[in-house]
């Protein structure tokens, strides 16, 4: 497709349960990013792929966040037993380029998490 | 810490009013700049974006936004806003050394006809 797709767009999970969250990138696209966003406020950096290689994850917020792409295109971010805390909407975005410097971020629509 | 901070939270204009949003980042070295706009029930979409060179930096819709290094500032201007322009205003920051962008809290703007 032509931009970013996310799966689901909504995804309701009673807490303890397991959730993956789905980013198809823009095809060609080196990077790939996660984004977290709470409600009112900007997205919040998870964690970063370069191709296959994830170079920083320094924002996943605990081990309960694991993200993969393990062929270089699609990726996988996965919540493990799910707190009431981690309702936020979950951004991929992707880009051209090594990293973003020279290359903006293409944001999918994101998917809407609610941890009753 | 590097943070980036959009002072108006929610602006109110009538249309053809001219629009200034401010966004002021904390990092002293090299940065892209950029600004992002999410219409209502759509994806976060570049507007413009500041690498080097000119610090007045056009965009689309008729955006502009001007890099004042000195004071770590990247206004978002437009002279004439118009309904359409209804929609949640990001600034965002990627230091050069990282390859995240900070984005700011974000303004909502409403345009009324």
């Known amino acids: 497709g032509a931009g970013v797709s996310q799966s689901p767009r909504y995804k309701v999970a009673k807490r303890g349960q397991d959730v993956a969250l789905r980013c198809d990138p823009i095809s060609g696209h080196v990077s790939l990013f996660w984004y977290q966003q709470a409600l009112g406020q900007g997205p919040e950096f998870l964690t970063y792929f370069q191709n296959e290689a994830q170079l920083d994850k320094s924002g996943l917020p605990s081990d309960r966040f694991f993200a993969e792409r393990p062929e270089g295109s699609v990726s996988t971010l996965k919540i493990q037993r799910t707190q009431q805390e981690d309702s936020a909407v979950y951004l991929c975005a992707s880009s051209l380029a090594k990293g973003t410097f020279n290359s903006p971020l293409h944001f999918g629509n994101g998917t809407r998490l609610t941890v009753t | 810490a590097q943070s980036v901070s959009q002072h108006n939270h929610h602006v109110i204009l009538s249309e053809a009013a001219s629009l200034e949003l401010g966004c002021n980042y904390s990092?002293?070295?090299?940065?892209?700049l950029f600004w992002y706009v999410q219409y209502p029930g759509q994806h976060l979409q570049l507007l413009l974006k500041y690498f080097s060179g000119d610090p007045l930096v056009k965009g689309i819709k008729g955006f502009e936004a001007e890099f004042i290094k000195s004071k770590f500032s990247f206004n978002l201007r437009k002279p004439s806003v118009q309904w359409s322009d209804t929609a949640e205003y990001f600034c965002?920051?990627?230091?050069?050394?990282?390859?995240?962008?900070?984005f700011g809290t974000g303004t909502r703007l409403q345009v009324f006809p």
């Open positions: 965002a920051v990627k230091p050069y050394n990282t390859d995240k962008l900070i």
């Open positions: 990092y002293g070295g090299t940065v892209n």
